[in-house]
Every structure is written in C-alpha cells, then in structure tokens.
C-alpha cells in the first residue's frame, strides 16, 4: 500500500513538472524570449530536479511555482550568474574573507560563512557584494546540486554599522526565490542585543516556508548545530582554519587510503619502482651462475587464469557490500549510487559499492578522493575503465571508525587516448582541467532498531487542531508588525530629532554670524571715535 502512494506520488509530481514546463512555455517564453537567458530555460526544460525544487518551495501549486521562476530567471540574466567567475569579481573581495564556504553542520549540510564584522555599508560596491555571494552560491550549486546548505552569520565584534538592510534582505531572497530548497537553516551567532529589532525585520522577510529554518544562537548554543571540529577557536571550537586567499576554501578533499596502508604519492611511486628494478637487476647479476632450466610459457593459459585470479578477487572483495540502487548518468561514466553511500553500526553495513560504467568509446581514467582519508579504505582508489565495461570500487570503513554526514567522497573521471600506453601518474599530471569530469558522493548514516517508547512518559505532549499552527503563525506575525511598527516610529522620530537638530545648528551658525557682524561694527565705530577725537 505504501509503495502504491508512493508511486502515484511520483507520478503527481511528474505530471506536474511538465505541467510547469508547458504552462512556462505558452504564458511566460511566448511574450518575450529576451527576458531569459538560453541556457537558464535549456536547464529547466532538461533538469527535471530544478523544476521539482521549484515545485516544492511553492507546496506543488503550478501558478505560484511559475511566478518564482520567472522572478529568479530575470534575476539570472540580469546579474549574468552564468557568467560570473572568480575573474569578474574584484580580488579585494576574496581576500576580505567576509563569506566563504567551510565546513559542515551535523546535519552534513555545508557552512556558508558570513563574518559580519568585516561588512561595511557602501553604496558604491553594493552590486559587487551581490555578485560574489552569486558566486558562492553558483559554485555550490554546480558541485553539490540538490544539497543544501547552512548560513551561518558571525556577529561576533559587528555593530549597527556593519548591518546593511539591503544587503540582508538579498541574502534571504537568494534562498527565498533565486535558489529554491537551497537553505538547511541560517544561524545567528552571538547577535548584540541592539539588533534584535533589525533581526526581527530579517525574520519577517524570511516567509512563512522559511520562518522555522531562523535560529539565534550563543556562542553555547550553537555546539547544538555545528561540531567543534568545525567551529573557530572564538566559539569554543577546535578548527584551526584560518581563511587565506588564493586558493579558494571550498574543496575538502584528499587521497584515500588503500587496503594496505597509505597510498603514496605519484612521484614516490615512481622512485620505489624504479628502486625495485634496480635491486632486481642486481640480484639476478649475483645469481647468474646458478642454473635456470628452461620453462614452457603458455601465454593463453596464463591470461586465462589471471582473468579468473581477478573474477576471483572482485568477488570476493564486493561480497558483503551495500549494493546500489539510484545511477547518475554522467557524461564519462555512469556513476551508481546517484548520491549518497549509505553506512550503519552494523559490521555488514560498514562496506559500500560504488560502480563506475564506461558510456563512452574510449578508455576512462579514473581516481576516487574523500574528505575524510583516515576513516575509508577504498579498493581500487585510481585506475581506468575500458568502453562498455564497469568497475567495482569498494569503500569500507577502518577499523572502529564511524561514518558521518560531514563525510563526502569526490569522483574524478578523464578520457583517454587508446592509442596511447600512458601511465595513470603521469596522465592525472598532464590533463586539462576542462576535460575531468567531476561527481560528488555523499554519506547517509543508517538508523539502528529504536526502542519501543511510552508515548505518554517519553513524548512530548502536541495539541492537534486545524487551526492551532495557523493561530501560532498569525500570532508570530502579528509580533513581528508589532516591532516593525515600532522599529519603525523609532526611526521616524529619530529623522525627526535630527531635522530639528538640523535646523537648530543651522541657526545658531546665523546667530554666530550676527553676533560677528555687530562685533565687528562695533570695533568700526570704535576707532571712527578715536580718529575723530585727536587734534588735527
């Protein structure tokens, strides 16, 4: 029955994406193609996720779905995110380190920095700010598309002058319109209390989709979210990050580890072979006087049996292993599971599989990287991929180590020149940038058996009503026009007091002036007086 719902879910779902697709087509593309960039309608008519998040930022209703895409596609052009690149932002900007990407919550969601202290309010580098945060958020979501991510502002040292209300309230609509489904949470950390009016603007702008996803948080509090491991030494954290630029903070992943100890580098590598070809040669110089009978070779037979010595040895070390169930359809390689590598407590949930399928015609490259290369051992980490075949990578978990959601691992495919015997090490040193595609794993942790619980000692006590959310909701809302208005009445009053300050300055110049004017004509006078006293 379950599966049964969740079929006609998906189905629901699908329908509705091409309903959004042909709606967007006939009402929105027909009165103006220029309002758009191509390759940003070209996407949403491939990326059935990108429509889907839409969807669901706007609870599946096509009408209110379609107004949001045309809000966040004119955004796009008129910004040029498609264009935006580490170039097109001015360099000062990066080295600032006011936002940057760093981290994980608990969650496995990405941090996305904003050190609020280092924020200057300028009318002049406004558009700037508004492309670099862009930027991030672009980048992001090329790497890890579909993953959300965390907001974390640090108003640890800032005051009234570094908040900038027109800047804020493009960060909430970057996840509010322009980047649906992209927010886990935004945590404010350590907010002086003289801003609690100015964040509860913040909160209303936030919506109602997102009002739950605001958390104020100490400098205590926020171990509730974020590791230690990944916080700064000012909030109790042990991360000894410290942002420089270049190159930019954003990528976490090392080597692997083999099943046999460390992989060593590429040119240690070479040096130890050649090493072993050396002592080999000496060894069989010294042992040349020893007779060798000579021996039969059958080529065919040894082939054979090191094809079945590798059937073997594949099986053997896939058994046991987490299958997978989704495949990312890359433009190398296919790439299964999609997304996530799946590990539990259990000792026959602790290895995974990942299998690599070559789509194209050539031989593939590829090698494996993870953000966590103490805890995984992956068998084989680099190696190639003939056309039509597939690989079978086993990642498993050393020793007592736990998976986290923190963890990611990164695959790293490049086509190769069949009619070319070059070494995978100097290969992965020779290409281009341009032609490695590149595909992100994630780590879901498996929850074990719960423990059957008292409902009425253990769980918390809910009353359920129609209306008791939505009377919650209005009640917040309600509180928050309460201390707009104030905020509001407060800052009239304040222009107020300063145009009268004003106008009081002004006059009491004038009166200065008069004051000096008088003076002055009394020192005249004076020494008319005197000149007309004394004898001709």
Not at 10 to 38: A, G, V
Not at 206 to 232: N, Q
Not at 261 to 281: H, N, R, T, Y
Request: with cysteine.
């Amino acid at each position: 029955m379950a599966e049964l719902e969740q079929h006609e879910g998906e189905q629901d779902i699908e329908k509705k994406i091409e309903d959004t697709r042909l709606k967007f087509k006939n009402e929105f593309l027909q009165d103006s193609t220029d309002k758009y960039d191509s390759r940003d309608v070209e996407r949403l008519d491939k990326d059935d996720a990108l429509v889907e998040g839409y969807l669901q930022w706007r609870a599946c209703v096509v009408d209110d779905t379609l107004k949001l895409i045309d809000e966040s596609l004119q955004w796009r052009k008129e910004f040029g995110v498609n264009d935006i690149t580490e170039s097109t932002i001015p360099r000062w900007m990066f080295e600032t380190g006011a936002v940057y990407l760093h981290g994980y919550d608990k969650e496995g969601n990405k941090l996305f920095w904003f050190k609020v202290k280092l924020h200057v309010k300028d009318t002049k580098t406004i558009v700037d700010k508004k492309k670099y945060v862009a930027f991030w958020l672009e980048r992001y979501a090329k790497k890890e598309p579909g993953m959300p991510l965390t907001v974390v502002f640090d108003m640890a040292e800032s005051g009234l002058s570094n908040i900038d209300m027109e800047f804020v309230k493009y960060i909430i609509n970057c996840f509010k319109v322009y980047y649906p489904k992209f927010l886990s949470k935004m945590i404010i950390v350590d907010m002086p209390w003289i801003m609690n009016a100015a964040w509860k603007i913040v909160k209303s702008w936030l919506g109602p989709e997102a009002i739950s996803k605001l958390k104020f948080a100490s400098r205590s509090e926020v171990h509730g979210f974020i590791d230690p491991e990944y916080l700064p030494a000012h909030m109790g954290g042990t991360d000894p990050f410290k942002y420089s630029y270049p190159p930019l903070p954003d990528d976490d992943f090392q080597t692997p580890i083999c099943e046999n100890g460390p992989i060593v580098s590429e040119d240690e590598l070479e040096s130890k072979e050649g090493e072993m070809e050396s002592k080999d040669a000496l060894e069989s110089s010294f042992s040349s006087e020893v007779a060798v009978k000579p021996k039969k070779v059958n080529f065919l037979e040894d082939s054979l049996r090191a094809e079945d010595n590798d059937k073997g040895d594949t099986t053997s070390r896939t058994k046991g292993a987490r299958k997978p169930l989704t495949t990312f359809k890359g433009a190398l390689l296919d790439v299964s599971p999609a997304e996530e590598l799946s590990f539990g407590s259990a000792e026959t949930e602790k290895r995974c599989l990942i299998i690599l399928s070559n789509v194209t015609k050539n031989k593939v490259a590829f090698k494996v990287r993870t953000t966590a290369p103490e805890k995984y051992r992956v068998k084989p980490s680099s190696s190639f991929c003939e056309p039509g075949a597939s690989v079978d990578i086993v990642v498993s978990l050393h020793g007592g180590s736990q998976a986290s959601p923190q963890d990611r691992f990164l695959v790293m495919a490049a086509e190769m020149d069949n009619s070319l015997s070059q070494e995978l090490a100097q290969f992965w040193k020779e290409v281009q940038k341009a032609k490695i595609m590149e595909h992100r794993l994630r780590c879901q942790i498996l929850e074990g058996p719960k423990q059957a619980v008292n409902p009425l000692r253990d769980s918390p006590v809910e009353v359920v009503g129609g209306g008791g959310g939505q009377q919650e909701f209005h009640t917040a809302a309600l509180d928050d026009n309460i201390h707009f208005t104030s905020l509001m009445r407060v800052i009239t009053c304040n222009a107020r007091l300063e145009q009268k300050l004003n106008s009081c300055l002004w006059v009491q110049k004038v009166l200065i002036g008069l004051v000096l004017v008088l003076l002055v004509l009394n020192l005249l006078c004076l020494r008319l007086l005197t000149t007309s006293q004394q004898p001709s």
